[in-house]
């Protein structure tokens, strides 16, 4: 069965501090997997895909198919960070995508 | 280009009546996809369409359903509704296979 799995509901840093927001998932297969992230009045939005490697607003994440984790990490973090991030994961080819239960992000200043 | 459209925005049903819901899809994406979210539990996926057919449905119960018009726009149906079902419904919109995800902000249900 596909899962994904957010452990922590609530995650609390200071600004400046490193922040890691973990995510596990379930599959058997190659899936892609992405972060979503959802700010206050916003809409829940694409923040970065692990295709793309790429570092959106300084966070990056890394596939390990080994312990089957896909963190978000960010070495300072900043009062924008603030928000409701969901890990979601799609089977290669597939037509749907699941979320994890998602981890509310709340940097103090 | 407008982005995805949900209506109504807010709904207030009573036990037993049912609800239909509409998302209109950024224009030239021809992918649906529905989820129910709500605290604690996240998004849990309701099904998604493409040209009309849905592809795959989630682990909700048959009161659940929905289709999509040839325009891509989409409804969902629910039936016989139950104190749970209250919640926030999103519908997303992709251009392509794999493609980012683009949400609507959603119907709020509240059933009492």
């Known amino acids: 069965a596909q899962r994904v799995t957010q452990p922590e509901k609530l995650l609390s840093v200071f600004k400046g501090a490193p922040v890691e927001l973990k995510c596990n998932y379930s599959?058997?297969?190659?899936?892609?997997l992405f972060w979503y992230v959802q700010y206050s009045r916003q809409r829940l939005q694409l923040l970065l895909r692990?295709?793309s490697r790429e570092s959106i607003k300084g966070f990056t994440a890394d596939l390990n198919k080994g312990e089957t984790s896909f963190h978000l990490k960010k070495p300072f973090a900043q009062e924008e960070d603030s928000a409701m991030y969901y890990c979601a994961l799609r089977p290669t080819g597939g037509f749907k995508t699941i979320f994890g239960a998602g981890t509310r992000l709340f940097v103090k200043a | 280009k407008a982005g995805v459209t949900q209506t109504p925005r807010y709904l207030i049903k009573t036990r037993g009546q049912q609800v239909t819901l509409s998302c209109s899809p950024i224009?030239?994406?021809?992918?649906v996809s529905w989820y129910q979210q709500t605290p604690g539990q996240g998004l849990q996926f309701l099904f998604e369409?493409?040209?009309?057919?849905?592809?795959n449905k989630g682990n909700f119960p048959g009161r659940f359903s929905g289709r999509q018009f040839s325009n891509s726009r989409s409804e969902m149906n629910v039936s016989t509704l139950e104190l749970g079902d209250s919640a926030l419904y999103l519908c997303a919109s992709t251009q392509r296979e794999g493609g980012e995800l683009f949400f609507g902000e959603g119907s709020r249900l509240t059933v009492l």
């Open positions: 599959y058997s297969g190659s899936p892609e």
């Open positions: 224009s030239g994406h021809r992918s």
């Open positions: 692990h295709i």
């Open positions: 369409y493409f040209s009309e057919t849905q592809r």
